[in-house]
């Protein structure tokens, strides 16, 4: 059958998997949350903002005759992997998963894993300290527990209202990052630790790099668990799983 595809995007390989398809001539909708005010533009339709949760997911499967899910979300949206599985098993729609390793350590890495933000802040008990926090807006609150420290924010949009923190400065940029230019940033504000989630990927990493080169503690957030699906790590997996999914991509 005519492939028609959702990607469930928000990423770097979101975008390269939406070149693909458009490259070949097939009829996908890449889905942003709307969390940023200006989404990178992309090759196919967009559509954006929630679906309602896994039922609001499964219906919109329905109306738009989706035939295939690639899954190109960030591995912290945990909340959408769930419901894109819950809502494929619901109406019998493959589902595939597009996502990058996670980071390993380097020789000269010192990183200190926590299992989430909330570790993340416990271990930032102590006395002040110069801190990069490098996870985006959606959890700047949880860090007012640990209001004795300076930090560095960096995010996609300027904050609607000053962060909680009372001592802070922000950094406006969506990435990718480079690691010449996030050591400048660390140097230029006397970076003492970098906070940062395993994101995996090469959009985020250049923090991670650079807190290697100079030396600097890195915070390492490990990823929520997610459901077992199948994954994939390229646009070109992705085609071969679709060709083998009884997809008829007129090639
Ligand atoms: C809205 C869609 C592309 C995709 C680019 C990647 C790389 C740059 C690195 C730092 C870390 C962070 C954050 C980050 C990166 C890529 C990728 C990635 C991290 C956009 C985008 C959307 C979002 C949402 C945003 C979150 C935030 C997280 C900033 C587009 C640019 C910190 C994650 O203001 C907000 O509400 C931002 C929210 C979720 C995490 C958070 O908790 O705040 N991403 N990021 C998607 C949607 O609406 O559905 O504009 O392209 C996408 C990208 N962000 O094609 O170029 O692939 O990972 N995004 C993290 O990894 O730690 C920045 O600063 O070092
Ligand atoms: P999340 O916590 O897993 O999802 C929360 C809710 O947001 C979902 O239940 C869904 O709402 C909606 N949603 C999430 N992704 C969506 C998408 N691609 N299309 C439509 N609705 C979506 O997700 P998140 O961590 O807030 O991430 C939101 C977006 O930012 C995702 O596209 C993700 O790829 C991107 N992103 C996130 C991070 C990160 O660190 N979390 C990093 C980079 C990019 P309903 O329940 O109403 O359907």
Redesign the pocket.
């Known amino acids: 059958m005519r492939p028609n595809l959702l990607i469930?995007?928000?990423?770097t390989e979101a975008t390269a998997l939406a070149q693909a398809v458009a490259a070949q001539g097939i009829d996908a909708t890449l889905?942003?949350?709307g969390?940023v005010e200006r989404p990178r533009p992309q090759p196919v339709p967009v559509r954006i903002?929630?679906?309602?949760?896994a039922d609001?997911?499964a219906s919109f499967l329905t109306s738009q005759r989706i035939t295939h899910v690639v899954d190109a979300?960030?591995p912290?949206?945990?909340?959408?992997?769930r419901?894109a599985v819950t809502a494929c098993a619901a109406r019998g729609v493959p589902l595939v998963a597009l996502t990058r390793p996670p980071w390993t350590p380097q020789p000269g890495d010192r990183w200190r894993h926590v299992p989430d933000i909330a570790g993340a802040v416990a271990a930032l008990a102590g006395p002040p300290r110069r801190v990069m926090l490098a996870v985006?807006r959606?959890h700047l609150d949880a860090f007012v527990a640990q209001p004795q420290h300076f930090y560095l924010l960096r995010l996609v949009d300027p904050p609607a209202s000053p962060p909680p923190l009372p001592h802070h400065h922000v950094i406006v940029s969506r990435g990718p990052f480079t690691e010449a230019d996030d050591c400048a940033l660390m140097q230029q504000h006397r970076i003492e630790i970098v906070v940062s989630?395993n994101?995996g990927g090469t959009g985020a990493r250049a923090k991670i790099a650079a807190a290697r080169g100079l030396g600097l503690p890195v915070l390492m957030i490990d990823r929520p668990a997610l459901p077992a699906r199948h994954e994939v790590s390229t646009p070109a997996e992705v085609l071969d799983w679709l060709a083998h999914s009884g997809a008829d991509l007129g090639v």
Do not use: C
């Open positions: 469930l995007g928000g990423t889905s942003f949350a969390r903002g929630g679906f309602g949760g609001g997911l979300t960030h912290f949206a945990a909340q959408m992997s419901n985006g959606m989630k994101a």
